[in-house]
T-cell receptor, first 114, second 110 residues
Framework: SAVISQKPSRDICQRGTSLTIQCQVD?????MFWYRQQPGQSLTLIAT?????????ESGFVIDKFPISRPNLTFSTLTVSNMSPEDSSIYLC???????????FGPGTRLTVL | GQQVMQIPQYQHVQEGEDFTTYCNSS?????IQWYKQRPGGHPVFLIQ?????EVKKQKRLTFQFGEAKKNSSLHITATQTTDVGTYFC??????????FGAGTQVVVTP
């Protein structure tokens, strides 16, 4: 399985600011995803990060709020824009590939918005 | 919309006891996957079931996929404190994306 790192691991941010989360994989992967996990809840898919093109967003998530970049097959960023306390959550990137849809998750970024 | 439902949401188990968590989908699944998330950790892949009626074992964990490929179960025997965490099922359906269940949070009492 791939080794995935995320930066930052946690942050405390002020309302109205933006935070960019980085996801780095140690090998080239086909699929990269961004999830949100609110405290004590399940995982909600935000979007699929597509290499070289715009991300594919799930219902309820929009590019203006969660812009995503994926410049190559090993790296992606998720920005949480104009944050409010409701954005406090754990943000996880995951990867899949090699002909399988099994997903491997990064360690997550724990975000608190004051 | 497509949904994957998981019960119970919370399971309190005495060490040494068995328990089962169940996963149900409203539609037929291509496969079902199970993940474990330790407290403070991230989800870790456990297993994938693809075939109708499939049963797989990992030590004390037994995973089953229903004949109609709409439900699945995870049974843990002789629970240990290392089994603490939240177990998620995730179904891959015709919608093409993995849909996670709500998870079963397992607390083990020594």
């Amino acid at each position: 399985s791939a080794v995935i790192s995320q930066k930052p691991s946690r942050d405390i941010c002020q309302r109205g600011t933006s935070l960019t989360i980085q996801c780095q994989v140690d090998s080239q992967v086909t699929m990269m995803f961004w999830y949100r996990q609110q405290p004590g809840q399940s995982l909600t898919l935000i979007a699929t990060a597509n290499q070289g093109s715009e991300a594919t967003y799930e219902s309820g998530f929009v590019i203006d709020k969660f812009p995503i970049s994926r410049p190559n097959l090993t790296f992606s960023t998720l920005t949480v824009s104009n944050m409010s306390p409701e954005d406090s959550s754990i943000y996880l990137c995951s990867v899949a590939g090699g002909g399988t849809d099994t997903q491997y998750f990064g360690p997550g970024t724990r975000l608190t918005v004051l | 919309g497509q949904q994957v439902m998981q019960i119970p949401q919370y399971q309190h188990v005495q060490e040494g006891e068995d328990f089962t968590t169940y996963c149900n989908s409203s539609t037929t699944l291509s496969n079902i996957q199970w993940y474990k998330q330790r407290p403070g950790g991230h989800p870790v892949f456990l297993i994938q079931l693809v075939k109708s009626g499939e049963v797989k074992k990992q030590k004390r964990l037994t995973f089953q996929f229903g004949e109609a490929k709409k439900n699945s179960s995870l049974h843990i025997t002789a629970t240990q404190t290392t089994d603490v965490g939240t177990y998620f099922c995730a179904g891959l359906g015709s919608w093409g994306k993995l849909q996670f269940g709500a998870g079963t949070q397992v607390v083990v009492t020594p």
